[in-house]
């Protein structure tokens, strides 16, 4: 009996053994597998999204070709504070004394300008050409007697020539660069130039007189250049750039950048000599309607002393006129407009015309001078 349990025992588990080689084996004696590999892009693509930009794309940019311009970048500057004169950026004269550049505004650097009165004039150069005058303006520099003469200097390109198409005659101006009214500055071989008259008066004359109302009524300053513009080795200027900013109120009360041409119209000139000649058909530049001169005799010129103006070129018609130095108005002595006039504003001067509206007076629209 004790044989046979023995046997019956070993049977059963037999039966046991091989009844668990047909199971899954995997729980107790799991077969070696091989480790998962980290996903690398998706785990990069995760972290991207997970940046403040969350709008950003979940992939990086195409790369751009070299110097091809981002659609980010800022947008240029049309004209930027850096942009300097230049000639070629001047349209032809088409009828106008002056252009105005740089959208009115100087090209000098107007910010943190001083309120001290200067004024420089560069030497003249190799050919005896008048370089840039600047200036900071006050009623200190302003002149405090009248203005002498100036007939002894020619500038670069000077011609004493006359047209009857031209105001006065005279075709050529001693031109200030820095008008004699701001500066005080008369016979400075540095600060006159071979300017037209139409260059002088209605090119020169209007920011000039802006200048000096604006000194006078405000006692501000005004930062002032005038630049004589000359192409290659011409002795005469093709025109002049003018500049001016009130420097107080930061150019609220004086602010321009224009170029005045130097042309007359009706007549053609050689800038290279300053030679010129008579425009074939040439209009005539328009006048305003003024009344008819008055008939009474012209006071005439006073005689020369013996020897004076000795060797030098006389000034243009020296007549005897009338300054209103309240209007700043000249007028020939016998005009109407002298009876009316107060004796505290009335003023006699013998001299050139040019002379006078180069102190910053106008000629009387009644008997015109």
Known sequence: MRRIGFHLAFLLLLVTLLTGCGSNSAVDSPEPQTAPQPQADQAALVST??????SSPPFAPEPKEENQPSNNAPLETAKP???????????????????????????????????????????????????????????????TEERGSIGQVKPSGWHTVKYDCVDGKYLYNRCHLIGYQLTAENANTSNLVTGTRYLNIDGMLPFENMTADYIKETGNHVEYHATPVFEGENLLATGILMEGYSVEDQGDGVCFCVFAYNVQPGVNIDYATGDSSLAEAAPQPAKEETLPP????????????????????????????????????????????VDQMKESN???????????????????????P
């Open 81 to 143: 504070t850096s942009t300097a004169f230049n000639i070629e950026d001047v349209p032809a004269y088409s009828g106008q004394a002056y252009v105005v550049l740089n959208e009115n505004v100087p090209y000098f650097n107007t910010t943190n300008l001083s309120s001290k009165s200067y004024e420089t004039y560069n030497p003249l150069d190799s050919l005896g050409r008048c370089g840039a005058a600047a200036a900071c303006i006050g009623q200190d520099l302003m002149p």
């Open 346 to 368: 009335k003023k006699v001067y013998t001299g050139s015309r040019e002379d006078i509206i180069g102190q910053g007076y106008v000629p009387c629209k009644r008997c015109n």
């Open 49 to 54: 999204d997970e940046t403040p930009e969350a």
């Open 294 to 337: 008055p008939t009474l005799p012209q006071t005439e010129p006073p005689a020369a002393a013996p020897g004076e103006n000795q060797g030098l070129e006389p000034d243009p018609q020296g007549n005897t006129y009338i300054l209103n130095m309240n209007t700043k108005k000249f007028h020939y002595p016998n005009c109407s407009s």
